[in-house]
């Protein structure tokens, strides 16, 4: 029979199935439809291998059309032609589907295999994996994740008003499905054409001179509900001008005399950054916890504080938001409900940072020292060719933002600092 639309549509059915083949030519055969009582349509491909007459279901008919029938039987029978069965093919291929990676597999696999061992910040990508997408997807077959879903999963996301976590989560699967593509776990990569949900604008966010100010003499006072450590840890910030996760971690060994090493394992750009320590900065050292690590974490001295205590502090005295633990709720009972306790708009500890640099520029200190004493990357070229360590320039720039703090804070400069009991370290 020669199929055409008209001629399956007006196959009717019997008391028993019957098959209607295709006829395709001496050269190739065994295109069928099987038509049963109830009405359901099937296209079947049914060939001979190893003298065992064998069939294999190609769909169902309206659901795949007489086109795509034929484009499945064409290519079953070039499998068949080169002597597969493609029955056994389809029993290889559902095995392969059933081993095949889930949601929650490649999860794993991205973050030991390429997170932890590339990545200083790993743990959050863990955290996002576990709480954003593994709840949702966990279970599915990686390969199955399409663009649709990719774009639900962002919508869910920026629709509890978590915008900027959106934009983070889309970055975060779109780096896992690249590492899967790279790894040839899967082909494609679901998440290609999928842009942000938001444009985001870059921080430009500088404390004021009076805000400095303000800042300084508010973290002084008792009722900060702060803890010393994170009190002197955002000082430190500002006067070295350093990433608040690299200051939160200092360690008693990386300061030696007026320098601290900050080693390649801890630096954002994995190169050993030295930092040179003014009086200033060795009076902040000097009154901290001065154990093993400066600022030690309140549950384990063997760790420091983590890095979003320093924000998570900085946010509730903004907000005037009251802890639960009762000594402290007592400590602020007389403060007004909801009262920004530190006096100034809300900031990160990272916008201290940007502070200093902004200082740094105002004192006429040259971008390109600017920038070493923040320890961006320079370009391949330069990192290659120039290996001037530019410690004198460092000091001299980290030193002319000590006089310009010390002068919008109104503090004077220690008279003796070797000699004052805020430099213990040697």
Not at 165 to 181: D, S, T
Not at 268 to 276: C, D, M, Q, S
Not at 389 to 411: C, M, N, Y
Request: charged share 30%; glycine share 4%; aromatic share 8%.
């Amino acid at each position: 029979m020669r199929f055409t639309e008209l001629a399956i549509k007006n196959l009717k059915p019997k008391s028993q199935k019957y098959y209607v083949r295709a006829d395709m030519g001496s050269s190739k055969n065994g295109f069928a439809l099987c038509v049963y009582p109830t009405g359901v349509k099937s296209w079947f491909f049914i060939y001979t291998f190893e003298k065992k007459r064998e069939s294999k279901v190609l769909g169902n008919y309206p659901d795949m059309g007489l086109a795509k029938a034929t484009d499945e039987f064409d290519k079953y029978w070039q499998i068949y032609k080169s002597g597969i069965n493609p029955k056994q093919l389809e029993v290889e291929e559902k095995e392969l589907q059933r081993l095949a990676p889930t949601v929650d597999d490649l999860c794993t696999d991205y973050i030991k295999k390429h997170a932890m061992k590339k990545k200083k910040s790993w743990q959050e990508d863990k955290r996002a994996l576990d709480k954003e997408v593994i709840p949702f997807w966990g279970k599915r077959k990686a390969a199955d994740i399409k663009k649709r879903d990719v774009v639900l999963l962002l919508e869910k996301v920026d629709e509890r008003g978590a915008p900027v976590m959106a934009n983070r989560l889309r970055a975060l699967i779109q780096k896992m499905f690249n590492f899967a593509v790279e790894r040839d776990i899967l082909e494609f990569n679901p998440c290609a054409g999928v842009k942000p949900l938001h444009s985001e604008k870059p921080k430009e966010r500088a404390l004021s001179d009076e805000e400095i100010k303000t800042l300084w003499e508010n973290l002084n006072k008792t009722e900060i509900i702060m803890s010393h450590s994170i009190k002197q840890a955002l000082k430190l910030t500002l006067v070295t001008a350093q990433r608040p996760g690299e200051v939160i971690g200092i360690h008693k060994s990386e300061i030696k005399e007026k320098w601290w090493t900050i080693p390649s394992e801890r630096s954002k750009n994995g190169k050993t950054h030295r930092v040179y320590l003014t009086d200033l900065a060795l009076e902040i050292i000097g009154s901290a916890n001065a154990n093993d690590y400066l600022f030690p974490s309140p549950k384990n001295e063997d760790q420091p504080i983590d890095e979003k205590a320093m924000a998570c502090a900085l946010r509730r005295n903004i907000k005037g938001q009251v802890y639960r633990r009762k000594v402290i709720r007592k400590s602020i009972k007389k403060l007004p409900k909801n009262s920004n306790r530190l006096g100034i708009d809300h900031f990160t500890p990272h916008d201290l940072r940007r502070t200093a640099a902004s200082l740094m520029a105002q004192s006429g200190i040259l971008y390109e020292h600017r920038e070493r004493v923040l320890n961006h990357t320079m370009g391949k070229m330069d990192s290659t060719y120039n290996q001037h360590d530019f410690d004198a320039e460092k000091q001299k720039a980290l030193e002319t933002l000590e006089i310009k703090l010390r002068s919008v804070i109104g503090i004077q400069k220690c008279a003796a600092p070797e000699s004052c009991d805020s430099h213990p370290l040697p």
